[in-house]
């Protein structure tokens, strides 16, 4: 399994376009399949931080969401709305605790 992490950072003023436009991501995403988890998080200390943890069944999966419309169309309409480029990251899963 991948696991990605991407935090956005958004321009003041531009908080709930961001949030909006990020949310949109929602519908499409959960068609793809090998996508397991696609989850949005907003940060309850710093306005306007966001937060996508997501989870692909493998490479190939994460490269169908990189290369969709969809996510194509969200870098194009983001990043006049960010303070600073995304940071994102790629994991391997090492352990946890199940939900």
Known sequence: MIYL???FQ???GKESELEETLLGMMPETAKETGTLEYRLHKSQKTEGAFFFYEKYSD???LDVHLESTHYKTL???IGPM????PIVDTYKFIEGIPE
């Open 75 to 77: 870098v194009t309409l």
């Open 82 to 85: 960010l303070a600073s480029e």
């Open 59 to 61: 490479q190939a999966a």
């Open 10 to 12: 958004a321009k003041s």
């Open 5 to 7: 992490t991407a935090a």
